[in-house]
């Protein structure tokens, strides 16, 4: 995955349903839960949901690129993700005024992209 595509959601994710609104959706990583959906942004090459991880990461919400998201379940009001928690607290931090910035999308893409090649078996 390179650093662009993660900005744009995978096309089996939604499930063809592109006008659900994610806001409140509980995200789930591999290894536990995240928080709420509080934000969200699907235009095309700019697409990510802000988390409230503030459950357990203090006073912090959390970007995630919409190319890491797995999959989305409407009826149970789930967002799954790939990234493990840990990856998500070490993940650079924003602040609400930065979340359109590129500076930090390049940074915390990069981030991802890094995390996702270490876990990639050589083949």
């Known amino acids: 995955m390179t650093n662009e595509n993660l900005w744009n959601y995978r096309p089996d994710v939604y499930g063809g349903d592109r006008t659900l ?18 934000e969200e942004s699907t235009m095309a090459d700019d697409s990510y949901i802000v988390i409230d991880t503030g459950s357990w990461i203090s006073d912090r919400s959390t970007l995630l690129p919409a190319g890491l ?13 790939s990234p493990t928690r840990e990856e998500i607290m070490e993940a650079p931090r924003f602040h609400g005024a930065e979340t359109g910035a590129p500076r930090s ?19």
């Open 21 to 38: 609104d994610l806001i409140g959706f509980e995200v789930q990583a591999p290894d536990g839960e995240i928080g709420p959906v509080e």
């Open 69 to 81: 998201i797995t999959r989305i379940d409407p009826v149970e009001r789930t967002v799954h993700v």
């Open 105 to 123: 999308r390049e940074r915390l893409g990069a981030y991802y992209v890094h995390r996702l090649v270490e876990r990639t078996p050589a083949g």
